[in-house]
Structures are given as C-alpha cells and as structure tokens.
C-alpha cells in the first residue's frame, strides 16, 4: 500500500487527482482546494485554438505557485470546428449582457476537456477529476450544469476499464452552487493570489483583461460582493 505524504504512518492511500486548469479565477480555486483535501494533483490545461494563450501561461503559472505535482498542456483544434467567438476570429466577444446562450459558448468544450481529464486519470489510476464549472454567477454555458457534469461522470464509468473493473471515477465540481463572492472568499482563504490569474475572454498578450467581456463582469462584481479589492490587471 502506498503511504500518504502528508502523514507516512498513517498508512492512508495517496489520492490523485486531475484537476482542469484554464489559469483563471474558478480553475485556481479549484486547484487550491483539490490541493487543500490532500490529493496529489496533476493539473492539465488545454490549447484548444482559443483567442489568447494568456491564460495558459497563467495557468503554468498556478500549477507551480498551487503545487501541482505536474502540469500538462494538451492541444485539441475546437476552432477547426467554430461556432464560438472564443475560437473564430471573425465572431466578435460580446461586450454587453445578452439574452439566452451567448457567443462566447464553445461547443463540445467541457465535454472535450473531461474526455482528455479522464483518458489521464485512468493512466495515472487517479479516481478523482476536478473541474471549476459554476451554475450560479456564469455565463449560461448548458455544459457547466450540475446535469451535465452527473451525466458525464456516469459516461467515465460507462466507457472505462477503470470503471468497469470497479474502481471508478468520481467529477468533482466544488465551485457549482458557490457564487463568485463566495468563490473569491474561499481563495483567498486558500491563499491565492489573483491578480496572476487571467479570465477575460479578450485578454491582451500581457494578460491584461478588457474589463467588457461576460468574464470581466462576472470576475469584476464577485470581488466588489465579497467586500475586497479587485486585483485585475486591466489595460
């Protein structure tokens, strides 16, 4: 049996975890919080031909600062597909509130990059997949609901050998039913620093936010209900 690091004598498992890192403000809290619950956590981040890779070197950023025991980018190419202002350069991002699903939804996202979560995970023999989806201050995204993501995890342990051997796989949403205000309370209670975290769907090469985008606001209007300073770097 393989001993726990934090307490060798203890003779506990050692959990691994993989938890998606896209270098924003949920994915960080998501992170610190799988890292607060004992796993030993291997981030990944996808390249998946959004606008800016701000935020993945963001997110190599955290993984190291968060302590990922490793941090992976994979590549898939979602604007080969198109259909989303975060992936087709001809579809401007929205800089006004809208009605119904916005522009900046990427199609078969969430569903790629869990799919790419899992494949690892059941390498790696970890149970656990963390990802920072949230249905209460969000975008409207249906692949962020507590629907999908129950629904996906009985797909992982529908099409699995882990999962049908037994073992399984559980989908970790810990920020689902949190508001942006409590999201931004539990991370800096876990000691994140988010000015280096990028969310804006339009950030510049410096990472610095446009402060207009659906992301902007969000991010922008949990920091002023939790009571504390926006740390954005804004261009």
């Not at 003779?11 to 960080?28: E, I, Q, W, Y």
């Not at 025991?69 to 087709?88: C, F």
Request: contains cysteine; aromatic residues 6%.
């Amino acid at each position: 049996m393989t001993l726990d690091n934090r307490n060798p004598g203890a003779g506990h498992r050692v959990l691994h975890a993989v938890v998606l890192l896209s270098g924003g403000l949920d994915s960080a809290t998501t992170l610190a919080i799988a890292r607060s619950g004992g796993y030993v956590c291997h981030a990944l981040s996808v390249s998946y031909g959004q606008r800016h890779a701000a935020e993945l070197k963001a997110a190599a950023r955290l993984a190291a600062v968060l302590g990922a025991a490793e941090h992976r980018v994979m590549q898939i190419d979602l604007a080969g597909i198109g259909g989303s202002a975060l992936t087709d350069a001809t579809l401007d991002v929205p800089v006004e509130p809208s009605q119904g699903i916005p522009a900046t939804y990427v199609p078969a996202r969430n569903t790629m990059l869990l799919a790419l979560a899992l494949g690892w995970a059941e390498v790696l023999e970890a149970s656990d997949i963390f990802i920072g989806v949230n249905a209460v201050d969000y975008s409207g995204y249906p692949d962020c609901r507590p629907e999908f993501i129950a629904a996906f995890e009985r797909t992982a342990n529908l099409a699995t050998r882990a999962g049908t051997e037994g073992a399984g796989f559980t989908i970790e949403a810990p920020l689902i039913a949190l508001g942006k205000a409590q999201i931004v309370r539990e991370g800096l209670r876990l000691g994140i620093d988010f000015s280096t975290t990028v969310s804006c769907y339009q950030a510049d090469p410096q990472g610095r936010a446009c402060g207009r985008c659906d992301a902007c606001r969000l991010r922008a209007q949990g920091f002023a209900e939790a009571g504390v300073a926006d740390p954005t770097r804004y261009r």
